[in-house]
């Protein structure tokens, strides 16, 4: 069985820095394709960022330049490093396995996690 | 940037009738569709892809139709565990991978 477990979240300050964590168990994060979306209190669902399985990424224009995807394939566990957050960042963020290129159809998202809140603010 | 809107924003419909959502796609997204439901203080679940193929474990009661920039969501006779918010994505052009803004699904 597929499970995510994100942690990580917290109270920071506009400017801060956090990292979210995403532990997998039910099938490996280095063969996968990996994604993390974000939902601000009270609204939709927006995508933040994509990890191809052998190492590209893509971000959202606004996350680029301040977040960065990652994984650790021994602890088969995905990275979501915040730099420079902002007031707007504000949202609970899911990470999710991802179809893809392998896939006849790609990218969406087959399995999330529970969600870690984010709350940025002075 | 591919623009998904959802219509409508709120939904009535009393138990045991049909619901149809709305997703309409600023331009021509062929069937790269998805639907998902978020129940209240749950993660999203992937119901849809391919506009029209449902998820592993999926009631038959889901269907979804639709190509190019107009799609559907049809619930046919409501469980009480449909009423959720549902939201469609789009993965043709990428990035950014864009998300309507969700329809809420409520009981009348």
């Known amino acids: 069985e597929v499970q995510l477990v994100e942690s990580g979240g917290g109270l920071i300050q506009p400017g801060g820095s956090l990292r979210l964590s995403c532990a997998a168990s039910g099938f490996i994060v280095s063969t996968n394709y990996m994604t993390w979306v974000r939902q601000a209190p009270g609204k939709g669902l927006e995508w933040v960022s994509l990890?191809?399985?052998?190492?590209?990424?893509k971000y959202a224009d606004s996350v680029k330049g301040r977040f960065t995807i990652s994984k650790d394939n021994s602890k088969n566990t995905l990275y979501l490093q915040m730099d420079r957050l902002r007031v707007e960042d504000t949202a609970v963020y899911y990470c999710?396995?991802?179809?893809?290129?392998?896939?006849?159809?790609?990218?969406?998202?087959?399995?999330w996690g529970q969600g870690t809140l984010v709350t940025v603010s002075s | 940037e591919v623009v998904m809107t959802q219509s409508p924003a709120t939904l009535s419909v009393s138990p045991g009738d049909r619901a149809t959502l709305s997703c309409r796609a600023s331009?021509?997204?062929?069937?790269?569709l998805a639907w998902y439901q978020q129940r209240p203080g749950q993660p999203p679940r992937l119901l849809i892809y391919g506009a029209s193929t449902r998820a592993t474990g999926i009631p038959a009661r889901f269907s979804g139709s639709g190509s190019g920039t107009e799609f559907t969501l049809t619930i046919s006779s409501l469980q009480s565990e449909d009423f959720a918010v549902y939201y469609c994505?789009?993965?043709?052009?990428?990035?950014?991978?864009?998300f309507g803004q969700g329809t809420r699904l409520e009981i009348k």
């Open positions: 994505q789009q993965y043709n052009e990428w990035p950014p991978i864009t």
């Open positions: 999710a396995k991802t179809t893809g290129r392998d896939s006849s159809d790609w990218p969406y998202f087959e399995s």
């Open positions: 331009q021509n997204i062929r069937k790269t």
């Open positions: 990890l191809y399985s052998g190492g590209t990424t």
